[in-house]
Nanobody, 113 residues
Framework: VQFVESGGGLVHPGASLRLSCAAS????????ISWYRQGPGKEREEVAVIGGHGVTTRYADAVKGRFTISRDNGNNMAYLQMDNLKLEDTAVYYCGAGALEAWGQGTQVTVSS
């Protein structure tokens, strides 16, 4: 089982980023995929999750209305569109499947003025 995240970077408040997650080694369609983040000095938190068929989504209150999770089962990919980024969104972002207890190495997102 492998997850590889990409797309992080350094942006100003109000900017957008799109994170990508490439998954392999398991039957992708069968699992919910989550995006997590861990900010400096903070616990890791789940920010978004999407069901296996991409119909059901759920978001943490802190990102609701600004982040959009999606998936492409044909290519074993998941995405996190992040709009109107705030300073407090600064974190390492990970994708993974909780049911498999597997996550990637993460991609750094830094929001700074």
């Amino acid at each position: 089982v492998q997850f590889v995240e990409s797309g992080g970077g350094l942006v100003h408040p109000g900017a957008s980023l799109r994170l990508s997650c490439a998954a392999s080694g398991f039957w992708f369609d069968n699992y919910r995929i989550s995006w997590y983040r861990q900010g400096p000095g903070k616990e890791r938190e789940e920010v978004a999750v999407i069901g296996g068929h991409g119909v059901t989504t759920r978001y943490a209150d802190a990102v609701k209305g600004r982040f959009t999770i999606s998936r492409d089962n044909g290519n074993n990919m998941a995405y996190l569109q992040m709009d109107n980024l705030k300073l407090e969104d600064t974190a390492v972002y990970y994708c993974g499947a909780g049911a498999l207890e597997a996550w990637g190495q993460g991609t750094q997102v830094t929001v700074s003025s």
